[in-house]
Structure formats: structure tokens, C-alpha cells
């Protein structure tokens, strides 16, 4: 029997299921990069001229974009297998995930039994799940974030993570790219020289992805992780225990946290915010806001708001509206995020809404050159680059 190191060697694909998840990768590389490239000849080819023959100007906006699209064979041809490549995404690993239940289970029921007590796990079973998650799978994957199939259960933290794994190895088939987190930490670091936060917070942090690595830029700090979902947390508590680093996790509303007013110096967030209904964005941020220290800065990584990419960006990007079960997310983009921060007690003159690029997919020195406004930010694109937006309190 293969030796378990750690909870995420804890998943052993049977070789014709690695071969599937092979496949799904390479299948989304493929509608993702060159249906795409065919989809978008035919879009400035026959589409745009056709709308332009009709109303005597381009289309506008994003859903201009799609009702005219949305006719051609090659648009329904990229989309449903867009969709089916997604749904394939979490089939590839989910019978996988369920032959380890008991053994994710083992690994967190130990973790708990930990002396050092440098993590800690704070679960609510009476929180109450908001409906922007409860009343569907959110990006199709069964269960969502916080079902739970048995006591103790971890299993959509699984799912997130090995499925995760899938759905990127299509954008990153080399090791060229690095994330989030560590992307966000650096800019930070080039960005604000002076500022070293000790106490770091993260609404919405699944499985710590895009937590645990802010320790490469700042070893000292404590981390500190919410979620809604149960499964995701015992996750992310059991990797902080095998990693042997101070990090406290909470079940509970990022709309509403427990915390003290001033509580900490840096909060983060990435791909969280669209999930939310834009009331529950203005409560979160208006949340963020109050528990962060005078002086601390939050900064969200998010897709671009509609404003700032064009039109046939703008339907491309808002695919998943309809189609991936995030019905928030062209509502969110057309939000002015700047003014989202102000409303919510950020100065307007301290808050920044920057793109950056992958620290692992550029150079040093033209990351610094972005970060340091010396040069032109990147556009918006998959895993090569990051929008950000955020405050200085
Ligand atoms: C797309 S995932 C975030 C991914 C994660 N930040 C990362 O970078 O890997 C969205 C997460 O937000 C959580 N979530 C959604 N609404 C929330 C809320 N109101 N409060 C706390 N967590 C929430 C979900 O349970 C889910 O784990």
C-alpha cells in the first residue's frame, strides 16, 4: 500500500483515471485556447460586421456580445463543450476522493490530536448556509463547498483541491506560473517595503491555495482563514498542522465575523467575491473594513469589472453567468469596485484597482516595473496575470 505523507498525497488515481483527467485537461486547453481563437475569427468576421449592417454601430456591452453570438454554431460547439468539460472536471476525481474518505478523515481526526496546538479549527454546525451557496453546486461541483456525506467529512475539500488541479493543469502545463498568493505577497512586498503584517486574514479561504503561501514574504505572521464550509476548513486545518505553522480557522459568515474591530494588518481575498450576491459584497467589504487595523491593507484579487475590458471580453468572461452556476458574476463585475471600498469607509484616494502579472510567469524585473507603476500593467489573462483591488485603511 502507497505510504500517506500528507492530506493532499492522500488520493491515488487508478491509472485509467489519471488518463482521464489527462484528457479533460488537455480537452479544456483546447476549447479554452483554440475554439476560442475560431470562435473569435467568426465573431470579427460575421458576427460584428452583421450586427454593425443591422444598427449602424458595434455592439456595446458584453450582452450585446452574447445575444448576437449565441446564433452561430461555433458559439454553441465551444459552449457545451465548455460546460461538459467542466462537469467532466469533478467526475475525473470525485470517485477517486471517495475511495480516500476514511483516510481524510484518519489524517484530520490526528491533526486534531496535534500538541503543538499552532492551528486551531473553529467549527459552527449552526451556521447558516447564505442562498448564494446553499441553493446550488457552485462552478457544477457536486456538493458545492460545504455539503458533508459523514461525520468528520472533508471530502469537497478534496474535491476542491484535486479537481483544482485538473481545471488549471489545463492553463498551466509547465511550472511557469506560481498563483495567487505568491504573485500578491510580492507586490506587496515591492509595492509597500515598510509594511510587514504579523496578523493575516482571508474571507473566503476554501483550502488555504491562496493563504499559506503569504508565510514565503512573511514568515512571522499568523494566518487566519474563514469559510463557510466545514469540509474546506478540516482541510485547510490539517494541512496548517502537517505544515507545523500558526494558523487559526473559522467556520463562520465573512458577512458577519466574530472578530474585534482593528484585528488585522493585511486581509486578502482571491476569486471570492463573484460568488457573492452583491448585497452580501457590500457586507463583506463593509466586514473587512472593520476589522482591519488602521494603517492595514486589503486587497482582493477578482476578475476585471466590466469597465475596464471590452465588450466581447466582458460575454466571454460572463459565460459562467448562465452556465457554470455563478449567477452573481456579471453583477459583481459591473460593479464600481472603487467605489464598492468607498462605500464601505475606505478613503477614496487609498484605494488602487491594479492588474499584476504571474510572478512566476515574468521576469523580476518587469514584475517590479508593474509593481512599481514604472511600466505598463498586463491585460487581463488566464493564470498569466491578476486584477486587484483593495485599500489602504
Ligand atoms: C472560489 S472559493 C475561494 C477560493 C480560495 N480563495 C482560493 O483562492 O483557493 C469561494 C469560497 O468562499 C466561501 N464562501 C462563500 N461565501 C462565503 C461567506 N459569506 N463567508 C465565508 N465564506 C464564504 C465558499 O465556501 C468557498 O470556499
Redesign the pocket.
Known sequence: MTKIKNIDDCYNASHDEASRQGYVSLMRKFIMNDISKLMRQDYDKEVKPDFFSKETRFPSSGEEVRQSIEKTEIYKFWSSLRYNAQEMVWESVRKGVEREIPNLISIYNNALKDKSRLATLELNSDLAM?D??ALRD??LMPG???NEYTKDDLSQGAM?AHG?SVFRGSFMPSKKRSG??SSVSKWLSIRYPDFNPTNIL??????????FPYLEIYPNATLNG????AP?LRYAFSRAVEKGIKANFYQ????QMSFENDSFDLIV????FH??SVD?TKK?IKECYRVLAPGGILVN?ELPSSSQVDPYYNFYLDWDNEHNNEPHYRDFRSQDFQQLLNISGFDFNNCFNVTIPDIGGSSAKYFSDVALGKTEPPKHGNYTSWCLFGAIK
Do not use: K, R
Open positions: 447564505p448564494y451557496v457552485v462552478h458545492c463547498w460545504q476542491y483544482g495567487v498568493a482571508e474571507p473566503g479561504c476554501t483550502i488555504g491555495n491562496n493563504l474563514v469559510d463557510l464550509a474546506c463562520q459568515n465573512a458577512e481575498s482571491s476569486f471570492f460568488e457573492l452580501a463583506v484579487m
